[in-house]
């Protein structure tokens, strides 16, 4: 490849993706739906129907085999699964494998998350992510259900964003269980690394041969002058201790939306002149760039890449196809230079839940009537059913 091509690698996988939680409806038995509904959580509202993917998941299979995609990732729930603790539910794992072989019927790899920032309510109620236990507890529940979806499962993941489950429950309070406390932060990062390794192992024991990775949330940390120190430390409690215990995985999913700027002080806000997206973070496209690259030169190039999440949230759908676009020119890039990137995943197939913000920021290339749940795709999903179709970057409609 050269740095001016538009064409992808031969065999590089386009999808979308989604997580059940934000999806589904009706998912009261996680800590989450409790959050939702607890006040002074700062939820701008509860997810309540999400879109209706439950019942309406037949639909959203046929939306993902209408753009053209070769895998669609999404999320089991683990607390309809085992709404309590050891009580397994033979309905609601049926009803995920018939998902799974829809999905292959229409040709679509199905790429299984195993925690998308839900945990049941009794596990919480334990402790959760706190306890070291909760490591075992969650690889013999992935361990468990990897068996019953062998055959039908192309790919895995064990933990969607570990980092962000940590910082943003136990730091920041802005997830479930709200807290703010770092000692209890970086317990909880370690629990995760614990629990991720220990379900590596017990997935590739009930699937063999299904890939196994996890996914992490990634940010361009741009350092301003005398910030350089407080953005090594970012990295290395964000990212490179998760970015360690990804050695021995069958790839690394990387998912960046956008970048921070840190002075001496910590956080300095979004530049002046740079647009300031629905989620209070710049437009920058070009953060996916530096993210597969940074993530690529810190593990020496030993794992392969895959942009598991990558999207923006905006009610301008014209703005979206521009910002894709542009991430997709800095892969291309990345490519160009050796950076082995296998796939691009748009988040999401669906406007849908955003955890704290609600349904107000619009992420989806298919927009979903918040009363009827009728689907309709934008014009973002045909121009993005192109690029997939083609292999190759197109243009930006009227440019």
């Known amino acids: 490849m050269t740095a001016e091509t538009t064409t992808f690698p031969p065999g590089f996988l386009w999808g979308t993706a989604t997580a059940a939680h934000q999806i589904e409806g009706g998912n009261v038995n996680n800590d989450w739906w409790a959050w939702e509904h607890q006040p002074g959580s700062g939820c701008a509202e509860p997810s ?14 046929a939306l993902v085999a209408d753009l053209g995609l070769g895998t669609y990732r999404f999320s089991v729930e683990w607390s309809r699964i085992e709404p309590e603790d050891g009580e397994w539910s033979g309905a609601a794992v049926a009803h995920y494998r018939r998902l799974c072989e829809a999905l292959l019927a229409h040709g679509i790899e199905p790429t ?15 402790g959760g992510w706190e306890d070291p236990g909760t490591a075992d507890r969650f690889a013999a529940f992935a361990g468990r259900l990897a068996g019953e979806l062998a055959g039908a499962m192309r790919r895995a993941c064990t933990l969607n964003e570990p980092n962000i489950v940590g910082t943003m429950g136990w730091l920041l309070g802005m997830f479930p269980p709200g807290k703010q406390d770092r000692d209890l932060r970086l317990r909880v990062h370690d629990v995760m690394v614990d629990a991720h390794r220990k379900a590596v192992d017990a997935i590739r024991a009930a699937a063999p041969g ?15 002058p005398g910030g350089e120190e407080k953005v090594a ?12 215990a990804t050695e021995g995985d069958d790839y690394i999913g990387v998912q960046t939306y956008s970048r921070m700027r840190i002075g001496p002080d910590g956080m300095a806000g979004p530049e002046p002149g740079v ?7 710049e437009y920058w496209p070009q953060a996916l ?15 392969p890449l895959w942009v598991t999440e990558n999207g923006i949230g905006t009610a301008d759908d014209s703005l979206r196809i521009r910002y894709v676009h542009d991430a997709l020119s800095g892969v291309l890039r990345a ?28 992420f ?12 309709e795709p934008k014009e973002s999903a045909a121009w993005f059913r192109e690029v997939a179709r083609s292999n190759a970057l197109a243009p930006v409609p009227g440019t």
């Open 112 to 126: 299984v998350t195993f925690h998308h920032f839900t945990t049941p309510r009794w596990l919480a109620d334990r």
């Open 335 to 362: 490519l160009a230079d050796g950076v082995d990137v296998r796939g691009y995943t748009y988040w999401s197939l669906l406007d849908n839940f955003e955890w704290a913000f609600g349904y107000r920021p619009q």
């Open 210 to 224: 299904v890939p196994v990775g996890l996914t992490l949330s990634m940010t361009e940390r741009v350092a301003l």
């Open 48 to 61: 309540g129907d999400a879109c209706d993917s439950w019942l309406r998941w037949d639909e959203d299979v």
């Open 275 to 281: 647009p300031v997206l629905d989620m209070g973070y």
């Open 233 to 244: 430390r970012q990295n290395r409690s964000m990212e490179d201790m998760f970015l360690d």
């Open 364 to 375: 989806g290339l298919v927009a979903v009537d918040r009363a009827t749940f009728e689907r």
């Open 289 to 303: 760039e530096a993210t597969l690259r940074r993530t690529w030169a810190y593990t020496g190039g030993r794992t």
